[in-house]
């Protein structure tokens, strides 16, 4: 299948606004990540013609962190966008894989912080700042994808979660976002606090059982310190985190270059550790690595030695499954939940899932399908509300 001259190899993923396809540009031989729009978001001429104007616009913005977008077109009755094939990882799959070290942690956020200072001063608010929208790449650079994108989604929605992303698009968001107020500059930023709240302690600094909690705890609770969950955290980057995080924009950091400066004060403050050129972390994780060995070998010796003084040779049972609750809505209620291609009931459902991503399909007479990939990543319950969209 084609969209105008691009020609789909593989898809590559399913976000809250379509399809993500690996394609071959054939006038220049080169491939492209094609973003195809779903037709339920093609809510009115007005809505086309302002994401065209917006992504051409975007087009134009050339950051070495910032995906580059080729082209927009429209094809097959939706929109598509050619955008630059990354190679990376993201933020979220990292923070769950392996975690990141303080300064990893303080590199990427002096990155982020200087991309957002180039595109605020572009005119451009990014407005969906968060861990699964930064890709990070081998040698430890950062790409921020879907830029400029997630403002321009359908207004009558831009207060709900979106397909696939549960609480984490309200999680990230500043509190005047949350309310419905006008944003800027500072809110991207704020929402960088977010993700160096949540890289440094390893929990996001606003969480809750259901979306109105999460709400409630965006714009009137105020988070513990980050050096009081992790004692490691240097109190100068605590302090950092902690302004960025403040309710009222005018207290937070003004521009991307005074956050970045900031940033790179408590990088010197802690020394060099990453040489130029070198993976991120790489030389920070050489004792961790080499105490990890002795701990292995320990554990291998003392195994080896209860198995020849017992002469027990029986094979431990599989750990147990760790599971956590999806708590699916629908509105209008009564939707057919589907996961991982099976039915396991009808809206409001809760569901014991394994950690990890699924496919949720949602399904409704009258009502287009809602279709997505969930990433549930620790114990406990996670709300997805998913307002359907009738069928005109």
């Not at 087009?59 to 094939?85: C, K, P, W």
């Not at 195994?303 to 760790?322: A, H, N, R, W």
């Amino acid at each position: 299948m084609n969209y105008g001259r691009y020609q789909i190899v593989r898809e590559l993923g399913k976000g809250s606004m379509g399809v993500v396809y690996e394609a071959h540009d054939p006038n220049i031989d080169r491939l492209v990540a094609l973003k195809v729009l779903r037709p339920d978001r093609l809510t009115s001429e007005a809505f086309v013609e302002r994401f065209l104007k917006e992504a051409k616009a975007i087009g134009r913005v050339s950051h070495q962190n910032i995906v580059t977008v080729y082209d927009v077109g429209q094809d097959h009755g939706t929109i598509y966008i050619a955008m630059e094939l990354l190679e990376g990882t993201p933020l979220d799959d990292v923070i769950r894989e392996k975690g990141l070290t303080i300064d990893e942690t303080v590199n990427i956020g002096i990155q982020i912080a200087e991309t957002l200072d180039y595109a605020h001063h572009k005119g451009i608010v990014h407005r969906d700042i968060k861990p699964s929208n930064i890709l990070l790449t081998s040698n430890g650079r950062i790409k921020i994808t879907d830029f400029g994108i997630a403002h321009i989604e359908d207004p009558s929605a831009a207060q709900l979660t979106q397909a696939g992303e549960i609480l984490g698009t309200p999680a990230y968001m500043a509190p005047e976002q949350v309310v419905g107020q006008p944003v800027d500059g500072r809110s991207d930023l704020y929402s960088l606090g977010v993700i160096l709240y949540e890289l440094s302690t390893g929990k996001r600094p606003f969480r809750g059982s259901n979306l109105a909690s999460v709400f409630k705890a965006v714009t009137q609770d105020n988070p513990p310190e980050p050096v009081k969950t992790n004692s490691d955290i240097p109190l100068d980057l605590s302090r950092l985190i902690m302004k960025a995080l403040s309710k009222v924009p005018d207290e937070r950091f003004q521009t991307g270059v005074a956050m970045n400066e900031a940033l790179k004060s408590c990088r010197r403050q802690r020394g060099p550790v990453v040489r130029e050129g070198a993976p991120a972390g790489e030389q920070a994780r050489k004792p961790v690595i080499s105490i990890g060995i002795v701990v292995l070998l320990v554990s291998i010796i003392g195994g080896l030695s209860y198995y020849f003084m017992t002469g027990k040779g029986d094979v431990e049972p599989p750990p147990p499954v760790i599971k956590a609750t999806l708590n699916v809505e629908s509105m209008p209620p009564g939707a057919q939940v589907f996961v991982d291609g099976a039915f396991q009931g009808k809206a409001p459902l809760k569901l014991g899932l394994a950690l990890g991503k699924h496919e949720v399909r949602l399904t409704l007479s009258d009502h287009h399908e809602w279709e997505a990939q969930v990433q549930l990543k620790e114990e406990g319950e996670m709300p997805l509300l998913v307002r359907l969209i009738p069928i005109e």
